[in-house]
């Protein structure tokens, strides 16, 4: 399966389900259940992941009797999807308005490493063309 095989859409519970599954890198469906503020019954969760393995976000392996699920994409690759989608959402696709929102965040603290790391990958970017 391929990424472009994969929604980007999914529903507040849906978005909370795989974000107890990134966090934990694999779970049953008791272990969806614990990590959740307000989880619905057992057969709801055991339901949503299902629906959430036909999308292509989850696939499972046989325990004995459960089955433990697994996200399809890599943290890293998840991660670069929701920013993009964030980027596309709320800064009209423009990489540098998002950067610069999160740089003028009060309580963020730029080290000298993180500014020469930034630096770098500008630069690398605009080498590339982008």
């Not at 089955?67 to 399809?72: G, K």
């Not at 929102?101 to 000298?112: A, F, N, P, Q, T």
């Amino acid at each position: 399966m391929t990424r472009a095989d994969i929604p980007d859409k999914l529903g507040r519970r849906e978005r909370q389900i795989m974000d107890v599954i990134h966090r934990l890198g694999r779970a049953s469906v008791g272990d969806v259940r614990n990590a959740l503020a307000d989880p619905p019954t057992y057969s709801a969760v055991r339901g949503m992941l299902g629906l959430l393995e036909e999308k292509g976000h989850l696939t499972h392996e046989a325990d004995g009797l459960r089955y433990i699920y697994r996200p399809t994409l890599s943290p890293a690759a998840a991660r670069r999807s929701a920013l993009q989608h964030l980027v596309r959402t709320f800064f009209a696709g423009s990489a540098s308005d998002a950067a610069a929102s999160l740089l003028e965040l009060s309580d963020v603290k730029l080290s000298r490493a993180d500014a020469k790391r930034l630096a770098e990958i500008i630069a690398k970017s605009k080498s590339e063309g982008r």
